[in-house]
């Protein structure tokens, strides 16, 4: 089966300042998706980045980006810049196989300092 | 696009009472999926569905949780009866076909609270 652990459950960083959550996986599939989702406490949940396990450059969308290492099966988020509305909690996700359904982490707290 | 609609957004029931969540997709998409969010479980997939039709129910709980799908624009979740430990935020999520590239997009959720 297939598991996504997030091992930080808090973080903080100060505005303007870089933060990296980490996040591994198992699975024994070779054609998968990795996502992170972000949470604000309107409990909305909007998808913020995603890579494709057989591309081997990491996926960035603007002042977000991944480190993908698929054999180490580790997919950290990096947030550059850190605004106070990154505040949110931050959740690590998996899709596989042949159908789009989600596993997600735990979830990492991100605390922005002004 | 107004995206996936959720309704009631909150619901504070009586134990054993029956409570139905709706869920409207965005128009087009063939996939929807129920998610719940506890603070001891996180998020997980209770069912979803495939143009109408349930494909994976296998994180349905038990027997009191029901969900059906009529058509493709609506969907509900049962629970009857309902219990405090369903006291959770219930998530809909929709996608225009099934498979891991395409986003899922959620709704904003219903809290139920069971008391």
């Known amino acids: 089966a297939q598991t996504v652990t997030q091992s930080q459950p808090e973080m903080s960083v100060q505005e303007a300042e870089t933060v990296t959550l980490s996040c591994t996986y198992d699975t024994s599939e070779s054609d998968y998706y990795l996502f992170w989702y972000k949470q604000p406490p309107s409990r909305q949940m909007i998808l913020v980045i995603r890579q494709e396990a057989y591309k081997q450059q990491n996926a960035t969308e603007n002042r977000f980006s991944v480190n993908f290492q698929k054999a180490a099966k580790s997919f950290s988020l990096k947030i550059s810049d850190s605004q106070l509305g990154d505040a949110a909690m931050y959740f690590c996700?998996?899709?596989?196989?042949?159908?789009?359904?989600?596993?997600f982490g735990t979830g990492t707290l991100l605390a922005v300092q002004p | 696009d107004a995206g996936v609609i959720q309704s009631p957004r909150h619901e504070v029931t009586e134990m054993g009472q029956e409570v139905t969540l709706r869920c409207k997709p965005i128009?087009?998409?063939?996939?929807l999926f129920w998610y719940r969010q506890t603070m001891m479980r996180g998020l997980e997939l209770l069912i979803y569905?495939?143009?109408?039709?349930?494909?994976?129910d296998s994180g349905m709980p038990e027997d009191r949780f029901s969900a059906k799908m009529p058509n493709a624009s609506f969907s509900t979740l049962k629970i009857q009866p309902s219990e405090p430990r369903d006291s959770a935020v219930y998530f809909c999520?929709?996608?225009?076909?099934?498979?891991?590239?395409?986003?899922?997009?959620f709704g904003p959720g219903t809290r139920l609270t069971v008391t």
């Open positions: 996700a998996y899709s596989g196989g042949a159908t789009n359904k989600l596993i």
């Open positions: 999520a929709s996608s225009l076909v099934t498979g891991p590239y395409y986003e899922q997009y």
């Open positions: 128009s087009g998409h063939n996939s």
């Open positions: 569905f495939n143009n109408n039709v349930p494909i994976d």
